[in-house]
Every structure is written in C-alpha cells, then in structure tokens.
C-alpha cells in the first residue's frame, strides 16, 4: 500500500514543481524584459539623458529670449537694439551710414 501512495505523489509532485518553474521563468522574463525591467533601465537611461540635453538647450534659449526682453524692455530699452531692429524691420538709415548688402 505504501508503493501506490507514493507513486501517486510522485506526478503530483513533479506537476508543481513544473508549474513553480514556469512561474519563476515568466518572472524572470517579466524582470529582464518587462516594462520596469533590465532592458528597459538601458532604454530610460539613455533617454532621460536626452531629456536633460533638451531641457538645457531649452533653458539656454529661455535666457538668451529673457535677456532679450529685459533690453527692450519700453522704460528703459537698449539704445543699440532698438536702432538694430528699425533699421532692420524698418529698412531706415542715417545718411552718413553705409549700407552693405548681404550675398
């Protein structure tokens, strides 16, 4: 009697070790290649660099258009910006200036 006992644990046994196996199998997949994974981290990396060189060149444009706003500012402008934009935008001249076309 204690053969039949034994051998009827013995699939049953063998059937949940397989099925812990396949269990941690899919958690390791899901670990190397899941969305918070091993493969992932690589990925994130490399863009969240690329985040952070956009955020720079972002914020460098952002000082340069802020120092541009603070010389135009109406109270007290830039004497030099100001003739620069009305004789760009405006197409006027001293007449003892020398205008030289660009190519």
Do not use: F, Y
């Amino acid at each position: 009697m204690r053969r039949k006992s034994q051998s009827l644990r013995l699939p049953r046994e063998s059937l949940t070790q397989t099925m812990a196996l396949i269990v941690l199998l899919v958690l390791g997949a899901i670990a190397l290649a899941g969305p918070s994974g091993v493969l992932a981290w690589t990925e994130n990396a490399h863009s969240l660099e690329r985040n952070r060189q956009e955020i720079a060149r972002l914020t460098a444009l952002r000082d340069r258009l802020h120092n541009r706003v603070d010389l135009l500012d109406p109270r007290h402008a830039d004497p030099d910006l100001v003739g620069e934009l009305l004789r760009r935008d405006m197409n006027v001249a001293h007449p003892d200036e020398v205008i030289l076309p660009r190519k």
